[in-house]
């Protein structure tokens, strides 16, 4: 069973149509990439997928559920996490990095806070005093780490990442590339990861859906 599942989705804004009739799906430790041009409807499709705006036509499904009309949010938020082009934008500025990391917990009645978010720190490549480190603080890198750490952390099924490297320099984006494609293989979650860059979709994707 696929772990998402897309069929004829629609979606238009007045009289101008961004997504007309999009099929596809992913399967538990699987990447798939999304290109194409500025203003296509890649972030608009993810933010219908994410339940954020609603659909014109079609059906979403999670793991064999439909959630296109679904009213059980709080699941469907538990279940897709996204990651952001701009990790500092995310989180709150007057917090530590640690306070907000455990805030999804917190609202899933996780137990052993402290010491999960230390581990996923350090499974992100971050060390944990990290925990008390705040957004201004810390690398563009560092910051999209510990954003992909929070998105884990609740081990979701599925990560939406928009725009998630395009912020940051060659190097960097090699790292959280590399970063995500071991998490997808590892932890058997899909990945839906948008872009505009062909180059990086060749390095982390198992296949690519051009919009």
């Known amino acids: 069973m696929a772990v998402l599942e897309v069929k004829h989705l629609k979606k238009s804004f007045g009289e101008k149509v961004i997504l007309n009739d999009i099929n596809f799906e992913i399967n538990a430790g699987e990447c798939l990439g999304i290109v194409g041009r500025s203003g296509c409807g890649k972030s608009t499709m993810a933010k219908i ?103 884990i952390s609740v081990s979701p099924k599925l990560l939406i990442c928009d725009e998630a490297t395009s912020a940051l320099d060659v190097k960097t984006q090699a790292q959280i590339i590399k970063l995500l494609r071991r998490l997808c293989t590892e932890k058997k979650i899909a990945v839906l990861f948008i872009t505009h860059d062909f180059e990086i979709l060749n390095e982390i994707s198992d296949k690519i859906l051009k919009l």
């Open 49 to 151: 997928i994410a339940r954020f705006i609603p659909a014109d036509g079609g059906e979403i499904f999670l793991c064999g559920q439909d959630i296109t009309n679904s009213k059980n949010l709080k699941s469907v938020y538990k279940n897709i996490q996204m990651i952001f082009q701009l990790p500092e934008d995310s989180f709150d500025p007057r917090r530590t990095l640690g306070w907000s990391i455990a805030e999804p917990l917190k609202n899933y009645n996780f137990k052993n806070i402290d010491e999960r978010i230390k581990n996923l720190l350090i499974e992100v490549g971050l060390t944990p005093d990290f925990v008390e480190k705040y957004p201004r603080e810390v690398s563009g890198g560092q910051c999209q780490r510990a954003a992909i750490a929070r998105a």
